[in-house]
């Protein structure tokens, strides 16, 4: 486990189901998120199907919010996971989302964020959601991020 | 049973009705015809727990879900008028499905209550335009701002 994995997680691994717990995000944890991976820069998480989150009872389907939620941490994830040295600290400036199609009743949500450029100050990251499919995205995000950096760092 | 309490039953039957918005806690208000959100605090909204900070995902799912009660509110009302004033009983809402929406982050959101209201800029007969802000101890302070689309349902002919 990576350090990253080992902070966002709490240092311990779930040994049941897929991924990990976000022991270290509770808003994330709460609503049951797992962190299935991380690269340079890139993330993959998933969000299991919950009937607490449902936000049309008629469908079943899950509400808009939780996946702006999960593609809100994917993205912050990605940032922290992104290999720039002295980065202490993240915050989303803005986040745009594109709702494609529902999200499966009764399928986990998937999402993938890059982070493609990082500046001194500012992150950008694209995300995508998506329940059976990636061609077949629930979702997709643009988001920019405030960069904090160590105070040695000269930031 | 008068229009008003007819239309608050209707807003406070969806919010306890809907799963993810009792996961959120989300309470709504009616003053005439303008819903003001609170999202009470709890220690489940935090998503940076050193500074503290609420997560970003849920003020912007609080964002999200006002401008929905909103237009429901409004649609409510419309639809209260035609109707000479009263709601059928079975009356179930439309909800309006966001198709696009863009979240501006502008404050660190405290471990404390929030509260958001929403602007419709436009209804049209199928998408509504809709602008929200949130704030938590003043008003002229918006810890978040988000403005998107939603399609609206249509009604069979």
Known sequence: MSDLEASLT?????PDGEGVALTGLPHSNAMGMRLISTENGEAVLMLPYSAELIGDGATGVLGGGAITALLDTCCGTAVFS???PGVVSTATLDLRIDYMRPATPGKNVYAHAECYRMTRSVAFVRALAWTEARDKPVATASASFIINRK????? | MTETSAHSDLLDGLSSSIPYIRFLGLIFERRGDEITAMMPYKPDLIGNPFLPALHGGATGAFLEITGVMQ???DTALQDMAAGGGALPDDYIPAMPKPIDITFDYLRSGKPIDTYARAIVQRRGRRIANVRIEAWQEERA???AAAHGNFLLSQKAP
Request: no cysteine; charged share 25%.
């Open chain 1, 82 to 84: 992104s290999k720039e």
């Open chain 2, 71 to 73: 237009l429901v509110s």
């Open chain 1, 10 to 14: 709490g240092g311990t691994a779930s």
């Open chain 2, 141 to 143: 302070k918006l810890i």
């Open chain 1, 151 to 155: 105070a040695e760092d000269g930031a």
